[in-house]
Structures are given as structure tokens and as C-alpha cells.
């Protein structure tokens, strides 16, 4: 293994031409010349010249703060030592669009923003703000990423975006002691799942505990199951409204979600109960249920409340298939975009793509990466390795779907998409109305 500057260097060598380009660059002293890297191993037989960046400046800009921030500045002083480039970093908090925006009507974008919106690099791209990724870059995201990946950065058949940081919306939390009593098992499909809740209702606990006082928990149960049962291309055909909200697939979803939600498995109150307070419900110090649904972040509502230690009896499983689906996630992530085209940018780019970087942050936590040539085992826990694993490992990845919505639509209380899931969850039995109602709230946003 190589050490220091030259690492991510060496191990990118067998990315086709554009790893390749930044082979030797720790060389500042002129040791990563001749097919070497700075730590002297070779980078698969072939001769490239040593890049310094010496004296260039560049800006990235993206949301994270404290100790995201500080995380990711790792992330950034790392290939600054690598390559003798100054970087510097802004946060633009909750004002992503905003911000870029006005960089670029200043005429001063950054070279990289990283953004959490697929919709934002979509329309920067349509308006020629940012631009394609070069060859080298490609060939690092090809090799080190899924196609899902790919396809969720690539714009009108051009790939702008390297996907840095995910999240996994796809898993369900377990109280193992819970389960342990019970007799409850890891479900591997949905009847499974229906099954084990069963189990945990007869021996005394609520199967699953809902927060449904607010919308958005209850859209990523929709989007879960929808996926599995209509599957990624219905998807990406209901996130841009392709198809009607009255489509059969959605009925069919809808179908296996009320089933659920009209069953005797779950809590009672959840209605008025927070996201929260569900979590709390399952891995308090009074426990009433033994499963809660929701993303990666459960862990650390878990570990706040304290009466619980994740990796010992808080535990999670996959969202259950359904109908035989293949492995799939619903998640979030930030996708770094470019605004500039120049060696050093690019360089930053390729950077981005390698393994290398995501692995200076994985092992301070609050890091899964979506590259799949990420070493796992420096995740810091079990948990957070099996949740980058299930992330990596999934034939199908697709984007929080109330996200690339219109926010009139799917991102805002007491109407659109939020709203109904709030009111299907009271009453689970009208699929008809709801279907209608999610139809006329889409027209009207889209």
C-alpha cells in the first residue's frame, strides 16, 4: 500500500486514461515520473508525467457546516498535499440554488459545487452553466461507481455529476431484544415482513411504530414500495409525471402500502406522533413497538435518546422485496457539478471519483459513499459498513422522489404529495381518492 500523498494516486492507476493523468501527482519533488507514484510503486506499467498544481486556486462550495465541514476540508487538504493546489471552501447552508445562482450572474461560479438536488445540476446543465466531465473523469466514475449512479448524474446523454455522498432510505430498524423475545427473525421478502410484525403484535408489542404527523416519512414508505413493485423505470416515469398518479402501477403500490397501514400491526396514535417520537417508540427506555422504517439517520436519533446502543439491539435490515424485486435503495446524496473547465478542476474532479477521498472522511462517521471501490471495513461501525454496503451492493439505485418534484408538490406541509400520504395513512382503504387527489395536486405543480 502506498503512503501519504501518492496513495490515491497509485490506486486509481487502473482507471483508464484519466487516473492515469494524475499518477505521480504527490511527485512535487519529481519521485512520481517515469510510472511511479510518489511512494515509488508502479501504476501498472505505464509512463505519465508528474502533475503540480502548484500556485492554482480553487473554490468548492457546498451546504455541509461544523463538523461536516470540517470533515470534508480533510477531504480537500488531502489532495491539496497531493498535488500542491490551494483549495477553498464556502458553505452555502440551506441556500444552495440561491447562492449559485448568484455566483454565476456575478460572473464568478466556483470551479465545483457540490449540491443535493438532481433537479439543480439538471437545470445548470440545460442552461449551459456547468459543464460535461472530461474523459478522464468518466472513465474514474465508470469504473468505481454503478450504473444507477451514472445515469443519475448524466443529463440529455452527458454525465456531469460524481456522486460523493449518499444516504440509504432504505432500511428498517429493529429492536433485537424485542425480536429476540419474540421470536421474530429478519424478514426476506414482504409477507416475511407482514409475518415477523405479526409475531412482535402477539407477544405484547405494536410491529411497527409510524410517525405520520408530518408527510415526508410516509412519501419514502410510497417510494420503497413502489419501486419494488413497479420497478426503476415506472419510477423515474412518476418523478417527472410521465404517467398519471392514477396509473395502475400506483394503485398497486398504493394496494400493498394500505394493507399494511389499515392492519392491527401498527401503533396506535401515529397520527400525532413525530418522526421522532417514532423512533423513541421503538428504542426508548419504554419500548412499544419493535420496528420503525426510515433512513441511515435513525442511527443517530437512537444514539441521542441513549437508551439504546446501535450495533447491539438496535440493528437494521433491508426494505423487504416484494414480488421477488431485485435488491433496491431509495436514498439522497450530493453530486459535485463543474463550472470551469481547466486541468486543475478536472484534476478535483478525478479526485472526487476516487475511493481515496471518500476514505479520509468514512472513517470519522457520517460518511457513506456510493463508490463502490470504497474500502468498508474503515466505515467506523458495523452498522454504518453494512448501510454502505446495502447502499453499494444494490442492483438499483434511485433519488428521494418527493425531492426532484416540484416543491408546490413534494416538499411542502399540508399539500401535494405530503398531504395525501398523510391522509391515505388515516384512511388506507380509499386508493381511488387518493390516486385522484395526488393527480390533481401534480397537475396543478407540474
Not at 78 to 106: H, L
Not at 291 to 316: H, M, Q, R
Request: with cysteine; net charge negative.
Amino acid at each position: 500500500m502506498v503512503n501519504g500523498r501518492g496513495r490515491w494516486l497509485s490506486a486509481a492507476a487502473g482507471i483508464a486514461a484519466a487516473s492515469l493523468v494524475m499518477a505521480g501527482c504527490g511527485g512535487g519533488d519529481g519521485g512520481g515520473s517515469g510510472g511511479e507514484t510518489a511512494g515509488g510503486e508502479t501504476t501498472g506499467g505505464e509512463s505519465t508525467e508528474a502533475v503540480d498544481l502548484s500556485g492554482q486556486t480553487l473554490s468548492v462550495v457546498a451546504a455541509w457546516t461544523g463538523e461536516e465541514q470540517k470533515n470534508f476540508e480533510a477531504v480537500l487538504s488531502k489532495f491539496e498535499d497531493d498535488t500542491g493546489a490551494t483549495v477553498n471552501y464556502t458553505s452555502f447552508g440551506d441556500n444552495g440554488p440561491t447562492y449559485i445562482q448568484g455566483q454565476i450572474e456575478g460572473g464568478n461560479p466556483p470551479n465545483i459545487a457540490v449540491v443535493g438536488q438532481p433537479a439543480l445540476m439538471e437545470s445548470l446543465a440545460s442552461n449551459g452553466d456547468i459543464k460535461p466531465v472530461g474523459d478522464d473523469v468518466k472513465s474514474a466514475v465508470e469504473a468505481n461507481y454503478a450504473q444507477s449512479w451514472i445515469d443519475l448524474g448524466t443529463v440529455d446523454g452527458e454525465l456531469y455529476g460524481v456522486w460523493f455522498k449518499a444516504a440509504n432510505k432504505s432500511t428498517v430498524w429493529y429492536n433485537k431484544d424485542i425480536y429476540d423475545d419474540a421470536g421474530a427473525t429478519v424478514p426476506k421478502d414482504w409477507d416475511g415482513f407482514m409475518d415477523q410484525l405479526g409475531l412482535i403484535e402477539d407477544f405484547g408489542y405494536a410491529g411497527l411504530s409510524v410517525g405520520a404527523d408530518v408527510g415526508w416519512p410516509l412519501t419514502d414508505w410510497f417510494e420503497n414500495i413502489y419501486l419494488r413493485t413497479a420497478g426503476a423505470e415506472k419510477y423515474d416515469q412518476l418523478t417527472k409525471h410521465e404517467i398519471p398518479w392514477t396509473d395502475p402501477s400506483v394503485k398497486d403500490a398504493l394496494t400493498v402500502l394500505g394493507g399494511l397501514w389499515s392492519s392491527d400491526l401498527l401503533l396506535e396514535g401515529g397520527a400525532q406522533r413525530s418522526f421522532p417520537d417514532s423512533v423513541t417508540a421503538v428504542f426508548g427506555a419504554d419500548p412499544k413497538a419493535g420496528t420503525v422504517y426510515e433512513g441511515d439517520f435513525v442511527a443517530g436519533n437512537i444514539t441521542a435518546d441513549g437508551n439504546s446502543t446501535v450495533g447491539k439491539n438496535a440493528l437494521f435490515y433491508p426494505f423487504p422485496s416484494i414480488n421477488g424485486s431485485a435488491p433496491a435503495v431509495v436514498g439522497g446524496g450530493d453530486v459535485a457539478i463543474h463550472f470551469t473547465d481547466d486541468d486543475a478542476t478536472s484534476a478535483l474532479m478525478a479526485y472526487l471519483a476516487s475511493p481515496e477521498s471518500a476514505e479520509v472522511w468514512v472513517p470519522q462517521g457520517g460518511l457513506t459513499s456510493p463508490n463502490n471501490k470504497v474500502d468498508t471495513s474503515l466505515y467506523p461501525d458495523e452498522v454504518a459498513k453494512q448501510i454502505a454496503e446495502q447502499l453499494t451492493s444494490a442492483e438499483t439505485f434511485r433519488f428521494d422522489m418527493s425531492d426532484q418534484t416540484p416543491s408546490a408538490f413534494g416538499g411542502t406541509p399540508g399539500q401535494g404529495f405530503w398531504q395525501e400520504m398523510i391522509t391515505f395513512y388515516e384512511h388506507p382503504d380509499d386508493i381511488q381518492g387518493t390516486m385522484e387527489r395526488l393527480e390533481s395536486a401534480a397537475a396543478s405543480a407540474y
